[in-house]
């Protein structure tokens, strides 16, 4: 059993499925052995930002052959989250493929960090506790703060939260 | 008789019938990829895992349409069922499930060796596949090869024919499914090279084989090479079964005979001598009958020790097979040489001489229906260390494919004769090539020889057939003296009559022919791909039978080169000389076997 909120991402969910189907496939029957796998890829791809509506489609249509032409319960069945959550949450998955966004937060690939250059006071705290060394110093100060505010190289960031958690003033958000 | 419906046609088909045979009743062909059977010979290759078959049931023994989708392959009739073979929904899964199959496929047709007889490439061409939709993940194992079976797993569809083919029909079990899900393939156990297994290279996998996964290892250019020197003379012999099925690549029907364009076409290509392993076969009965008659008379003296019954010893598949499994009972099987062998050493011990060149000089190539030639022509005691007696062993297939690449077209050849002396023989030596053809080739000589008398009847209608008994048995009359033989292909059987043997041959067999391959040498693994159509082999049976009917000669002690050259050269069947050079021993290759079933 498990509980939805809106800190759940569909996608992501039917990945988790996916991922342990592919483990537990035994490999005799083709729809299973290459599907499940080929699944898990588009599911991949989507959760990544990298999935087009293209792959949307082969994603429903793979998983109802899988579900129609596998030889036993295991295969027939592993396509089932994939076919729910496209039904109930058709939104999410074209959210995830246009927008490139996950409203949950919950696909990193798709989220970033954003420091607000009017909110950041330029106190250098988020630059000091970030492993990647992405944080740098604008030349632009805001009206009222001392310091030039910091900004994130989207590029080399690894999405792991430690600046967003270490800034006092609510500077840092996620988009 | 059950009434079903199948693309709207009603037919009746006996109980037990899968959809798609009955769907092949109503003239309906169903894509598959999997499935494999030698109808009639005892092998089938049944997983229902590739899922290519799928049709919809629209009406099931309940009344109802069926949830999912049917393989055909793998799904009984019942009375009463609707079946649709080309809906909308089970078009889209067979496209789908082809376009997952190539999707973890190298897709390299162009260098490919099964091209033109692949079967996926043919499912691909009918399903009309343009682009694969799903990019992801290619499976990548490491390439291994023997002398005689190349393995490339990458292009595996995983179709288990080879292991059945192994496991079942040979007994063998060298192949056999590894890994799960995505990662799972066909290997030896514990990751050995094939070489290393329990594998004796009869090369039926790779005839099975619906893709370039399993093929035979090429040797064209090492025989284009021997060609092109001016320095060598090269010598080629032609295996029975290969004159009835090397038309076949030519478009020619089943079961054309083709001696004598094959003949010409050889000599076009350049070969200096063309011979005949067909003579050598004549040599072979010689050697291997009279070392039964002899096996008979100790017997008859009361000798306890004679090892009875015998077996033959010409498919090298076999040879390795009881060298592998039975190295107790190594004492059994006949020490005669294989005709191959045999010819190789006569063209190395007497032709080269006869004609004034060193024998390393003479290159000596056979054209085999066969991949455990290639193996045998390798094996280090048939040659003298440095220069083997056969150096190269070519299949029907390559011979084709080597005619194809010098524009040679078998059609337009004209019919020409052997070259002499090795050339000539009798029908004996053609049967050599079909299941019961050397038991009966012996039969024919070791009666005459043994009761003095002519044989009343030279046809052992008892010894022939494809689609009988696995174990044929008989009992021949040697005027007076019941002779009791067996005949069987496929190595299982071969392991059945070897444990009967190890209890002490409680049915009293004298004789035994072992063929490994479905019906003999006409279904080997050289051989233009049958692709499960059983009627190709009965046709070169068939052809077989006729070539050896219309020969003048059909005994081989009646071969005058045959006599000419025990005159010249050998003195006598199993003297001296004939044991040095036509006859050799066994090793126990134990060791090399894992685990077999
Ligand atoms: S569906 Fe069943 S039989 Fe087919 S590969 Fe998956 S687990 Fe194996
Ligand atoms: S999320 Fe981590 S890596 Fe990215 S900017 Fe903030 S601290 Fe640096
Ligand atoms: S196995 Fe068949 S489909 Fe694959 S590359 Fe070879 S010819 Fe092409
Ligand atoms: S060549 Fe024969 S014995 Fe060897 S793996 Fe293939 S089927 Fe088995
Ligand atoms: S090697 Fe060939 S015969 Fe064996 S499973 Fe793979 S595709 Fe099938
Ligand atoms: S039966 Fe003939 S073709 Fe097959 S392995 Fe034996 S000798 Fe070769
Ligand atoms: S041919 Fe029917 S499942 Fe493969």
Known sequence: MVVMDETSCMPAIAKFYLEFTCEESCGKCSPCRIGNKRLCELLEKITNGNGTMDDLNALRNLAAVIKDSALCGLGQTSPNPVLSTLDNFWDEYVEHVVDKKCRAGVCKKLMQYVIDPEKCIGCGKCAKNCPAETISRTDYTAPGHKLASMVIEQSKCVKCGACYQNCKFGAISIK | MINVTIDNKAIQVPEGTTILKAARMAGIEIPTLCYFELDGMKFENKPGGCRVCMVEVTKDFNGKPRRNLAPACATDCVEGMEVLTASPRALNARKTVLELILSDHPNDCLQCEKSGDCELQALAAKMGIREIPFKGEQSHYEKDTTLSVYRDMDKCVYCRRCETMCSKFQSVGALSGVNRGFPSVVAPAFEQKLGDSSCVNCGQCVQVCPVGALTLVDNINDVRKALADPTKKVVVQTAPAVRVALGEEFGMEPGTIVTGKMAAALRRLGFDYVFDTDWSADLTIMEEGTELLGRVKKLLAGDKDVKMPMFTSCCPAWVTFYEKNFPDLLGHPSTAKSPQGMFGAVTKNYFAPKIGVKREDVVCVSIMPCLAKKSECA???????????????????????????????????????????????????????????????????????????????????????????????????????????????????????????????????????????????????????????????????????????????????????????????????????????????????????????
């Open chain 2, 379 to 597: 094996r280090p005691e048939l040659g003298n260390g440095t220069d083997q007696d056969v150096n190269f062993s070519l299949t029907t297939r390559e011979l084709a494919h080597m005619l194809k690449q010098s524009n040679i077209d078998l059609n337009s050849m004209p019919e020409e004769d052997f070259d002499s002396p090795l050339g000539q023989s009798t029908g004996a030596a053609v049967i050599f090539g079909a299941t019961g053809g050397v038991m009966e080739a012996a039969l024919r000589t070791a009666y005459e020889v043994h009761t003095g008398k002519t044989l009343p009847k030279i046809d052992f209608e008892e010894c022939r057939g494809i689609f009988g008994e696995s174990i044929r048995e008989a009992t021949v009359d040697f005027a007076g003296l019941p002779v009791k033989i067996a005949i069987c292909y496929g190595l299982s059987n071969a392991r059945k009559l070897m444990e009967e043997v190890r209890e002490g041959n409680p049915n009293g067999y004298h004789f035994i022919e072992v063929m490994a391959c479905p019906g003999g040498c006409i279904g080997g693994a050289g051989q233009p791909y049958h692709h499960g159509k059983s009627d190709i082999i009965k046709r070169r049976m068939d052809a077989i039978y006729r070539e050896d009917a219309g020969k003048p000669i059909r005994k081989s002690h009646e071969n005058p080169d045959i006599i000419a050259i025990y005159k010249e050269y050998y003195g006598e069947p199993c003297g001296h000389l004939s044991h040095e050079q036509l006859h050799t021993h066994y090793f126990d290759k134990s060791d090399k076997v894992e685990i077999t079933k």
